[in-house]
């Protein structure tokens, strides 16, 4: 009998601990090459020709975005949704969704993380919808 009260517990616990993948499986699946095939920034689509030039490579701890140096990153899997923190100049902190083939990002500066995957005017927030490159 005590093990049958024990088993609610213990999915209650599974479920509590479990809420998705954890960080080193979202750094692996994170690598490779990512084409942008979306974006808004303050609410508003891309500048013309813009969008296709939008990659980010993921080698190792280090990410390059338009082919630019490569600067570190560090991912949060413990947020709902999850974050995500490009280490340069100007703190650019994140939010991220990833499922299978697709990555969805949302980006503020300066420390200022958005909570959601779309942008409004005056934010500096920047959504970004990426799909993986097959090479």
């Not at 509590?16 to 692996?28: C, H, M, V, W």
């Not at 974050?83 to 499922?99: A, M, P, T």
């Not at 409004?120 to 927030?125: A, L, W």
Request: proline share 6%; hydrophobic share 35%; charged share 25%.
């Amino acid at each position: 009998m005590k093990v049958l009260l024990r088993l609610p517990a213990l999915a209650l616990t599974v479920c509590l601990t479990l809420p998705g993948q954890t960080d080193a499986q979202d750094r692996a699946a994170l690598q490779g090459t990512w084409r942008a095939i979306e974006a808004t920034s303050n609410g508003d689509p891309p500048p013309a020709g813009m969008l296709e030039k939008l990659t980010l490579v993921f080698a190792g701890e280090k990410v390059s975005i338009m082919g630019k140096a490569p600067t570190g990153f560090k991912i949060d899997t413990s947020f709902q949704p999850a974050h995500i923190d490009f280490l340069n100049s100007r703190h650019q902190v994140g939010i991220y969704e990833l499922k299978g083939d697709t990555l969805k990002l949302c980006t503020g500066m300066d420390g200022d993380r958005p909570t959601t995957f779309r942008t409004e005017k005056y934010t500096d927030h920047t959504y970004i919808l990426l799909k993986r490159t097959k090479q």
